[in-house]
């Protein structure tokens, strides 16, 4: 039985981690797989061992990566911050990488920049130095192929747990008699959350009562929160701080659309969780969001930051619900874990 090491950088409930455990979780079956982490912040799941490294620095997390290389036949790599200590040395262990993509600069903050040209230097560094690595999205495989010069790329998107994610409760079944809007993720910048607050009160002017459930915290809660004062929208737009995951499940299926502003997303998993739901989702028109509404017709695609544009679409949406939400779950279903697990065991095979 083969080796395998996966590598992810911290544990916590953010979808990184989610994803490297879920690979885990399948193809230990098949290999003996080891979870390691560079630290644990929020232990998420008591059943599962997860080994952090607790790198006191980036140049400690270098070092003690690359220990591991002679250790294991494989590491699937899922931290970009790892790369330089994986891929220095030539060692027994094939390296794959899964790239999840790294937010753009114009995204970030300006104290956030240090860490953003880290990764930036890690990938340019790492990537053409993997064996192989996986992108999860086509923008994500045109950035490897093109940006970072990777050896060989496959695209192996991220999956969705329909265990978890399973019809709930009937389609446009209102939580308290009212349609509601629902996004989920931290409130950063590149998440776009005040935009759509902005667009609230011209979504209200068309569907009289629709109230907004917003999800997480972050450094642009109190913009938000001021926000929804000055707009008068106290009573519509409800934040709701960090929810565990199986009450995430319940605002999915309890919810009428999804609304992902996200100026980026390597992926865009909440888009997908929504529609495994049953759920038509509303979408800004950039990086890989764009690739999932237009493959599954379930939604709509808004440009810009004008908040009628964002009203519009969730008006197009509602008024023509069962169009788009018949087309959700079936489309989410191909992006089930287990057919995503064996992908990755397919590829396991070419190296042990």
Not at 113 to 129: K, V
Not at 170 to 182: C, H, R, S, T
Not at 220 to 243: A, C, Q, S
Not at 254 to 263: A, M, P
Request: charged fraction near 25%; glycine fraction near 8%; proline fraction near 4%.
């Amino acid at each position: 039985m083969g080796k395998i090491c996966i590598i992810f950088g911290n544990y916590d409930h953010a979808g990184i981690a989610r994803v490297a455990i879920e690979i885990g979780l399948r193809v230990q079956k098949h290999y003996q797989v080891d979870l390691v982490c560079r630290r644990i912040l929020d232990k998420v799941e008591d059943d599962l061992t997860i080994h952090p490294l607790n790198s006191a620095t980036t140049w400690h997390y270098w070092r003690e990566c690359a220990q591991l290389v002679n250790k294991y036949d494989i590491i699937h790599c899922h931290d970009v911050y790892a790369l330089p200590g994986l891929v220095r040395r030539h060692g027994r262990a094939k390296i794959i990488y899964t790239e999840h993509g790294i937010v753009p600069m114009r995204y970030t903050p300006l104290k956030g920049w240090h860490g953003i040209l880290l990764a930036y230097a890690c990938a340019i560094y790492g990537i053409p130095r993997v064996n192989i690595a996986t992108a999860i999205s086509e923008y994500i495989f045109n950035e490897l192929n093109f940006i970072y010069k990777a050896r060989k790329v496959i695209k192996i998107s991220n999956g969705v747990d329909i265990d978890r994610f399973v019809y709930g409760y009937d389609d446009k079944k209102f939580y308290n008699d009212y349609p509601i809007l629902f996004k989920v993720g931290g409130l950063t910048k590149h998440k776009g959350t005040s935009v759509l607050v902005k667009a609230m009160p011209y979504i209200l002017q068309h569907i009289p009562g629709v109230h907004l459930y917003l999800t997480g915290k972050g450094p642009e809660e109190k913009k938000i929160e001021k926000l929804i004062d000055k707009l008068n929208l106290n009573d519509y737009v409800h934040m709701l701080g960090f929810v565990p995951d199986d009450k995430i499940t319940e605002l999915y299926h309890k919810c009428d659309i999804y609304c992902e502003t996200s100026y980026w997303h390597g992926f865009g998993l909440p888009t997908l969780e929504a529609m495994i739901c049953g759920k038509p989702v509303v979408a800004r028109n950039a990086y890989a969001m764009t690739e999932i509404v237009q493959a599954s017709g379930a939604g709509e695609l808004f440009e810009g930051d004008n908040p009628e544009t964002i009203a519009n679409a969730v008006v197009k949406v509602w008024s023509n619900y069962e169009k788009y939400a018949e087309r959700t779950r079936s489309f989410a279903e191909q992006y089930s874990w287990e057919q995503i697990a064996k992908s990755y065991l397919e590829l396991y095979e070419m190296f042990v």
